[in-house]
DNA sequence: GCTTCCATGATCAAAATCGAAATCGCCAAT
DNA sequence: ATTGGCGATTTCGATTTTGATCATGGAAGC
């Protein structure tokens, strides 16, 4: 699935030209995106849980000269999903 | 963030009431979720990629009285960040 | 705005994954 | 059709993940 596709989605329910649907999953994707990187945690129930988190792992490795390398402090974004997606049954 | 504050970032942007606003996340979310569910994976260039995987692991543990327990088989979904968000710098 | 309801956080241990690097093919987005 | 983001690849060890249970705080309704 990717953007078009959920821009379709929101077309079939809601009176929206495709354009207008465009912009709205740009303008929540771009919202979240700022949130996130503004290291605000964001949480919709039954959904998920976006969460920043410090990463604490300091080592890493060149695939090329195989040597470790230094992997510098920073942040990661987890999701956590929410319960409806939790248990997924194998078909 | 929660759902309502992502409701009000749209109104702000487009001409929609707060109900119409809230039925867009709850339908975005709704569609992913199925799509999820129905093992198909989400790629939003940008933002990131949620991937329906295999659950390799099969131990978990019960609080209580410390015993280990057989997770069943399943699926879990993971999120991997895209680009603009991979890379956070420390405040 | 306040209250109710229910999803989420914490906890345990151990196995699995992540993280970085550089590069190319593939595909999402425009 | 063009652009450039994403997956995969390798290695190794520290971090994370995974479920059950209860309390709590976030989400939703009035």
Redesign the interface.
């Given at each position: 699935?990717?953007?078009i596709e959920?821009a379709n989605?929101?077309m079939q329910?809601?009176p929206v030209s495709k354009a207008?649907a465009l912009?709205?999953?740009d303008?929540?994707?771009d919202?979240?995106?700022k949130?996130?990187?503004d290291?605000?945690?964001?949480?919709?129930?039954?959904?998920?849980v976006?969460e920043?988190r410090?990463r604490k792992r300091g080592l890493g490795r060149n695939i090329k000269t195989g040597q470790s390398v230094e992997i510098p402090?920073?942040?990661?974004?987890?999701?956590k999903?929410g319960k409806?997606?939790?248990?997924?049954?194998?078909?």
């Open positions: 699935m990717i953007k959920i989605a929101l329910t809601l207008t912009q709205v999953v303008l929540l994707t919202r979240m995106k949130a996130l990187l290291g605000e945690r964001i949480e919709i129930r039954g959904f998920g976006f920043p410090p402090k920073g942040k990661s974004i987890r999701f999903a409806d997606l939790r248990d997924i049954e194998v078909k």
